[in-house]
Nanobody, 130 residues
Framework: QVQVVESGGGPVQAGGSLRLSCAAF????????VGWFRQTPGKEREAVAT???????HYDDSVKGRFTISRDDAKNSLSLQMNSLNTEDTAMYYC????????????????????????WGQGTRVTVSS
């Protein structure tokens, strides 16, 4: 059983930065596919960034060059550094983990990718104001 707990959300002005953190318990996440998702009311939960067990990363086009996913194996934790935030980044952000192969951890063009993940945090809200 894997448990993940997010932290670090909050209000921020457009153009600003936030760093989200995800602490994992119960299993070493360096063997898992881990990722960050976000969701707004009425919309499907969408993948923002993932990292597979080998450390390869994947990003949604909307955040490439602005967001960076990273993993701290010593702390068994995951982070998402978000820069140049805009109002469209406003959402509930979730950390997730599962035993996906490196190929499956690449969500490019994958519909309903969130359904592949079994372990989720409670979410942390990010609100970007103009």
């Amino acid at each position: 059983q894997v448990q993940v707990v997010e932290s670090g959300g909050g209000p921020v002005q457009a153009g600003g930065s936030l760093r989200l953190s995800c602490a994992a318990f119960g299993y070493n996440i360096n063997n898992l596919c881990v990722g960050w998702f976000r969701q707004t009311p009425g919309k499907e939960r969408e993948a923002v960034a993932t990292m597979d067990g080998r450390g390869s990363t994947h990003y949604d086009d909307s955040v490439k060059g602005r967001f960076t996913i990273s993993r701290d194996d010593a702390k068994n934790s995951l982070s998402l550094q978000m820069n140049s935030l805009n109002t469209e980044d406003t959402a509930m952000y979730y950390c997730a983990a599962d035993w996906l192969t490196p190929l499956s951890c690449d969500f490019s063009g994958s519909a309903s990718f969130s359904t592949k993940f079994s372990y989720w945090g409670q979410g942390t809200r990010v609100t970007v104001s103009s």
